[in-house]
């Protein structure tokens, strides 16, 4: 059996740079052949559509609406949809699975803390941590900021990234031990997916991260298109 899932989704709810709602997003994966898919929203930090300087909660209800659009649409016709969030600072990305909006509402605290302490606080709430495209260059990334104490996996394919960043980020996980996953950082129902091949479906997040720790799957890669990212 095989089901495929990108791990790597943004919303037009959720993110400044994505183009198509949560629902438009599952019928676009629904269409290409694929179980499911995570939203990863960027959250404050990154290229959020949110106003983090609204009330704690109604700041996260807002975060949260184009994932609640995916998963509706989701279980309408059986695709899985998954929550995440794309934690930034200053244009170093990671993608947190593992915690949901409930635990955010909790924990207004997050966005003042400092990078290091921010990711060690999410694994200690039973996080799991992807290193989103390490070794990408563009203008909004002012360095290269490599945290293996602090990351659980590193996204070693992404399809807006050049074949030189996508084997840089290859190159530091294995010489860290961290797990190696595919993304297609996709914005709108139109863009190049990637992600992984599961053996087997998956109904919980819980699941996908379980899968990822035992490496059993294959990394999506369709071929590298040139992207704004990437000129």
């Not at 060690?120 to 909004?140: D, L, N, S, T, V």
Request: charged share 25%.
């Amino acid at each position: 059996m095989s089901c495929k899932y990108e791990l790597h989704v943004h919303t037009s709810q959720g993110s400044a740079c994505g183009w198509s709602t949560g629902a438009e997003m599952a019928d676009y994966f629904k269409r290409l052949g694929y179980a499911g898919m995570v939203v990863t929203d960027h959250f404050d930090g990154g290229n959020t559509a949110i106003d983090f300087n609204q009330p704690w909660v109604n700041a996260v209800e807002s975060f949260c609406l184009g994932y609640e659009d995916a998963k509706r649409r989701g279980d309408e016709i059986e695709l899985d949809v998954f929550f995440g969030f794309e934690y930034s600072f200053h244009g170093t990305e990671f993608l947190i699975y593992g915690l949901d909006k409930e635990w955010l509402i909790n924990n207004p605290q997050i966005i003042k803390m400092s990078l290091k302490n921010a990711l060690k606080y999410f694994r200690k709430a039973g996080a799991f941590i992807i290193h989103a495209h390490p070794f990408r260059e563009a203008p909004y990334i002012e360095m290269f900021r490599l945290l293996p104490d602090y990351t659980d996996a590193v996204e070693v394919y992404n399809v807006h990234n050049t074949d030189r960043h996508n084997e840089r980020a290859g190159v530091y996980a294995m010489m860290f031990g961290l797990k190696e996953v595919g993304g297609g950082d996709v914005h709108g129902a139109d863009g190049q997916a990637s992600g992984i091949d599961s053996p087997k479906r998956l109904h919980t997040i819980g699941e996908m991260i379980n899968l990822i720790r035992h490496c059993d799957y294959k990394i999506i890669k369709p071929k590298i298109y040139s992207s704004y990212f990437t000129k």
